[in-house]
Nanobody, 115 residues
């Protein structure tokens, strides 16, 4: 059974930091592209950051220079380090992995940026 379990969401002040983790099980994690998405109420789920199986990364413009995505294949884990957080980063963040026609999602973790 495939599972993606996310950790690390919560409340942060503007300018603060949070680190999200997503632990995968039931898949050959190292073969998968890993993504972080986020979604706010009434809006579509948007791609935030990607790390390929080879370690290449890509970011949406709004988080470049503030967020860092990384992976540890030995621990089947993908991370999202979020710095200089802004209120507009408030959303439910979802971990996603995909490989060919296989596509899996985590349950989501709430990130709230507020003073």
């Amino acid at each position: 059974q495939v599972r993606l379990e996310e950790y690390g969401g919560g409340l942060a002040q503007p300018g603060g930091s949070l680190r999200l983790s997503c632990v995968a099980s039931g898949i050959t994690f190292r073969s998968y592209i890993a993504n972080w998405y986020r979604q706010t109420p009434g809006k579509q789920r948007d791609l935030v950051a990607t790390v390929t199986s080879g370690g290449s990364t890509n970011y949406v413009d709004s988080v470049k220079g503030r967020f860092t995505v990384s992976r540890d294949n030995s621990k089947n884990t993908v991370f999202l380090e979020m710095n200089s957080l802004k209120p507009e980063d408030t959303a439910v963040y979802y971990c996603n992995v995909h490989y060919l026609f296989l596509n899996y999602w985590g349950q989501g973790t709430q990130v709230t940026v507020s003073s």
